[in-house]
T-cell receptor, first 115, second 113 residues
Framework: KAGVTQTPRYLIKTRGQQVTLSCSPI?????VSWYQQTPGQGLQFLFE???????NKGNFPGRFSGRQFSNSRSEMNVSTLELGDSALYLC??????????????FGEGSRLTVL | DQQVKQNSPSLSVQEGRISILNCDYT??????FLWYKKYPAEGPTFLIS?????DKNEDGRFTVFLNKSAKHLSLHIVPSQPGDSAVYFC????????????FGKGTKLSVKP
């Protein structure tokens, strides 16, 4: 069965621009989580969506937002890009979320570079 | 404040020997712990997990040990193979983590032939 698909894989933006990243979860998975990975900070939780509703949110500014569609596909948006937003953005899907024993299945990530 | 800590950014081990990766946590309410492995240009993949009601879980060459009193867990890889060279992330959930996984910063393991 197909894994988690993220697009685009690589992109370059300039400060002040905005970006939209897309994630298609594994078929049947209703939970989609987003993480930011940077060399110094590891994986930091952005938010989780379940059945089109944001269920959890990490400690990121309001410039970071997301949504989930009825087919469970998710997008995240970053507005007014800053140099520090350069990172690997990882999407992960699971059947019901990670509350408890849920295992996450990650995509390959979208590498964002902000110049 | 970092709730899951992997204090060793890197570890180098000879092929065939044991690799021990360590992880400490501060939230005593965490009730589930996982290890993920990540190769360059790929997303993390699930490796092994352990519930807080256990102190050991084994899967082939991989064993995770949990010491709740010390708030410490470790991943043992025996024997280590060059293909194990990757970044290993420790993660925890439960106890007010709002249902999401809290990850450590990772340990880069290099297994030398």
């Amino acid at each position: 069965k197909a894994g988690v698909t993220q697009t685009p894989r690589y992109l370059i933006k300039t400060r002040g621009q905005q970006v939209t990243l897309s994630c298609s979860p594994i078929s049947g998975h209703r939970s989609v989580s987003w993480y930011q990975q940077t060399p110094g900070q590891g994986l930091q939780f952005l938010f989780e969506y379940f059945s089109e509703t944001q269920r959890n949110k990490g400690n990121f500014p309001g410039r970071f937002s997301g949504r989930q569609f009825s087919n469970s596909r998710s997008e995240m948006n970053v507005s007014t890009l800053e140099l520090g937003d350069s990172a690997l953005y990882l999407c992960a899907s699971s059947l019901s979320g990670t509350g408890g024993s849920g295992e996450l299945f990650f995509g390959e990530g979208s590498r964002l570079t902000v110049l | 404040d970092q709730q899951v800590k992997q204090n060793s950014p890197s570890l180098s081990v000879q092929e065939g020997r044991i690799s021990i990766l360590n992880c400490d946590y501060t939230n005593s309410m965490f009730d589930y712990f996982l290890w993920y492995k990540k190769y360059p240009a790929e997303g993390p993949t699930f490796l092994i997990s352990i519930s807080s009601i256990k102190d050991k879980n084994e899967d082939g060459r991989f064993t995770v040990f949990l010491n709740k009193s010390a708030k410490h867990l470790s991943l043992h890889i025996v024997p280590s193979q060059p293909g194990d060279s990757a970044v290993y992330f420790c993660a925890a959930s439960g106890g007010g983590s709002q249902g999401n996984l809290i990850f450590g910063k990772g340990t880069k393991l290099s297994v030398k032939p």
